[in-house]
């Protein structure tokens, strides 16, 4: 019996539908993780199709390929090695599962089904999956071989090899329980989880714990990339042995694929397991849902190290953050063949970071695929760059020949902006490279409010009775020039709208929300505010920097952006963001009550009265925010649903097509608010 295995877990940057390249990556990865000793290779969920493909998974001349594929891959394998590959897979009833199925060279082992689907958050999984239900097996003809399928373990040369996938593993009846009934060596993870702060933690959780109760190898897979347009897979894989982590690797790769590997001694988990057979019975190990195969593998080094425990480092989450939108921002622009980007730049601090971002997405691809690789993907968005001359070095190469083609800038002011954001705007665009332009438009503006006043020749415009359409028309004007450049220069263009200010509707229709991406739509206002210091004082760590003089990229220009109080420059008088709304961490205090935790206006106003916000502010201040959060959220569905797609970064988000759903006409919550109001009168308020 195997005593020493080496297991794999790849991180996959896939992409929905293109199934021949998904497929190729696939391959490519396995055949280097087995190169490398590798016995027992572990790819993502679904990663044949891609995850994200959403009703195409209804598209039924797609799954019906889907076997041949599969078997087509497994042709393809070395002997005595072993690939898990996730797919879709529709039985001839017509119910289509999330499976996985374990290869090895010309044979389909086994396939097993996913028993709990996600349905939380930005998952739906339920639209197109069925759950199987645990202890059932069959038998499938699958594209010509007989093929064992449901809740089985597959055992290979002694090894007991089992799955859990991605949501199996967050829920309380897992189904490691069962496995571990059945002397389960290994389980594998497949999985499809979207980056969000503090995640990586919860998952490290479930896996070494399954991996102690279990006793059990525990391999994890996550997606790499951003998939199909609003959630990036951070990648992340780990491996624990003996209620160990014992390996983990690097999040937020921009490689296509990133490949962790460790031995482990089965042993180790089987001393464990043997200490509680009294909890075991020998039958359910020779049950049904245990398949034997007479696979092998190859001969075992008793050279081998074998992997020991290894420590995960706390988030640092305006590192992360930042590599996820970048990320982000990367894919898109490959995975759409455009030739980069088109920003408003405004001076304030969300376009500033939307520009950053952009910067770090091209260090990082560069850095991260090398020269050549780098060059072909430019190319496959239509941008040619004059070689690097020698003695350039990358970082001057980055700035002075690929940002200025990657990235267009615009700062269009107003009669009511000042050298303060005109500067800030030219000198972040000059750090970075982007190819930055300005001009006015005062002429453009006062030219509508001339027609406009035509029509009403008795009552002209003022800024007393006319407040918001003043402001406004600033805004919009300001989105046909920039969508110009955007389509002359085949850009794609960034709308600037953070996730705090979309959540109230504090943006404008067709101004600041124009645009195709909005890479910081998942980011609050206050976390925005936190990653522009962090770029400025300690820069994005460079992953496996090989290429730059520093392994950390800062932008001193940064430092006129954040010296800033937050303020849209629309009108004659001084103005603020927080001054027309609310201080920002009030705001995101009641915004994740609010969409986190489902708490009524009431309760809201409840815990914050009972937080540190009440050592700062009076409970009237505070009820006067939550009835103005509520009566902007509840009119300004409208706006959210027309949000430019964004990236998934903090545990809620703004996008109703993918989170929270609000009823676009209702009653604006009126029998909540008066409950707030009766509770405000019961507790001597007003």
């Given at each position: 019996m195997r005593k020493i295995i080496n297991m794999a877990a790849v991180a996959v940057n896939t992409t929905p539908l293109d199934i021949d390249n998904n497929i190729e990556l696939i391959y490519q990865a396995y055949s280097e993780a087995v190169g490398s000793g590798a016995d027992v290779v572990l790819t993502p969920e679904l990663a044949i199709t891609g995850y994200g493909m959403e009703d195409m998974f209804y598209v039924s001349e797609i799954m019906h390929e889907i076997p041949s594929l599969v078997v087509s891959l497994a042709a393809r394998l070395r002997e005595n090695t072993y690939l898990a590959v996730g797919f879709p897979y529709l039985v001839d009833g017509g119910q289509l599962y999330n499976a996985v199925a374990l290869l090895t060279k010309d044979q389909v082992l086994g396939i097993v089904f996913k028993q709990h689907l996600a349905r939380s958050g930005i998952h739906y999984e339920p639209r197109w999956f069925n759950p199987w239900h645990a202890g059932s097996k069959i038998e499938l003809d699958f594209a010509g071989q007989k093929v064992p399928a449901g809740d089985i373990v597959i055992v290979i040369d002694g090894v007991r090899i089992g799955f859990e996938i991605c949501e199996d593993s967050w829920v309380a009846d897992r189904p490691g329980r069962s496995l571990y009934l059945r002397n389960t060596d290994i389980i594998l993870n497949p999985s499809a989880s979207h980056f969000a702060i503090g995640k990586q933690q919860e998952r490290s959780h479930f896996i070494i714990e399954g991996s102690r109760t279990f006793g059990t190898v525990y391999v994890y897979a996550n997606l790499l990339g951003c998939e199909s347009g609003r959630a990036v897979y951070d990648g992340d894989c780990m491996i624990a042995s003996g209620g160990k982590l014992v390996a983990v690797s690097p999040r937020l790769s921009f490689t296509p694929y990133r490949i962790l590997q460790a031995n482990c001694d089965l042993r180790v988990n089987r001393n464990q397991r043997a200490q509680s057979s009294m909890l075991l019975n020998v039958s359910d190990a020779y049950s049904d849902g245990v398949v034997f195969t007479d696979c092998r593998f190859n001969d075992e080094s008793d050279t081998a190290p074998i992997a020991g425990a290894v420590f995960l480092a706390p988030e640092n989450e305006e590192e992360a953050v930042t590599r996820t939108v970048a990320l982000g921002l990367w894919d898109w622009m490959r995975k759409t063949h455009t030739g980069g980007y088109a920003l408003s730049l405004s001076g304030g601090a969300d376009s500033a970071l939307c520009a950053a971002m952009v910067y770090y997405a091209m260090a990082e691809g560069l850095n991260a695929n090398g020269y050549e690789s780098f060059m072909n993907t430019m190319a496959g968005c239509g941008l040619k760059f004059e070689p690097k001359a020698e003695g350039v070095s990358y970082e001057e190469y980055l700035k002075t020949v690929i940002m200025p083609k990657v990235l267009v800038t615009l700062y269009q002011g107003s009669q009511y902006s000042g050298d303060v954001t005109f500067n800030a705007a030219k000198g972040l665009a000059e750090e970075i490279g982007a190819n930055h332009n300005h001009w006015s438009i005062a002429e453009l503006v006062k030219e509508y409010i001339r027609l406009a006043d035509s029509l009403t020749p008795d009552r002209p415009m003022t800024w007393e009775?006319?407040?918001?359409?003043?402001?406004?028309?600033?805004?919009?004007?300001?989105?046909?020039?920039?969508?110009?450049?955007?389509?002359?220069?085949?850009?794609?263009?960034?709308?600037?709208?953070?996730?705090?200010?979309?959540?109230?509707?504090?943006?404008?229709?067709?101004?600041?929300?124009?645009g195709v991406i909005s890479p910081i739509g998942g980011i609050s206002k206050s976390r925005v505010l936190k990653i522009n210091r962090y770029i400025m004082e300690q820069g994005l760590?460079?992953?496996?920097?090989?290429?730059?003089?520093?392994?950390?990229?800062?932008?001193?220009?940064?430092?006129?952006?954040?010296?800033?109080?937050?303020?849209?420059?629309?009108?004659?008088?001084e103005q603020t963001d927080e001054g027309d709304l609310m201080p920002y961490p009030l705001l995101d205090e009641i915004r994740s009550l609010t969409q986190n935790g489902n708490l009524t206006p009431k309760e809201v106003f409840i815990e914050l009265c009972r937080s540190?916000?009440?050592?700062?502010?009076?409970?009237?201040?505070?009820?006067?925010?939550?009835?103005?959060?509520?009566?902007?959220?509840?009119?300004?569905?409208?706006k959210?649903?027309?949000?430019?797609?964004?990236?998934?970064?903090?545990?809620?988000?703004?996008?109703?097509?993918?989170?929270?759903?609000?009823?676009?006409?209702?009653?604006a919550l009126s029998r909540e608010m008066a409950a707030l109001n009766a509770y405000a009168v019961s507790i001597g308020l007003e």
């Open positions: 009775t006319d407040d918001l359409a003043l402001q406004n028309i600033q805004a919009r004007v300001r989105s046909p020039g920039i969508w110009l450049l955007a389509n002359r220069a085949n850009k794609l263009l960034i709308a600037t709208s953070n996730l705090s200010e979309a959540s109230v509707g504090y943006c404008t229709m067709d101004g600041d929300t124009s760590s460079v992953l496996d920097n090989h290429l730059y003089a520093e392994d950390r990229l800062k932008l001193a220009s940064m430092s006129a952006i954040v010296a800033q109080a937050p303020t849209a420059e629309l009108r004659p008088v540190s916000f009440a050592e700062k502010m009076s409970k009237q201040s505070l009820l006067n925010s939550v009835r103005r959060y509520y009566r902007l959220y509840t009119r300004n569905q409208w959210r649903e027309r949000i430019a797609a964004s990236f998934h970064i903090e545990r809620d988000s703004a996008d109703p097509k993918t989170f929270r759903r609000f009823p676009i006409l209702s009653s």
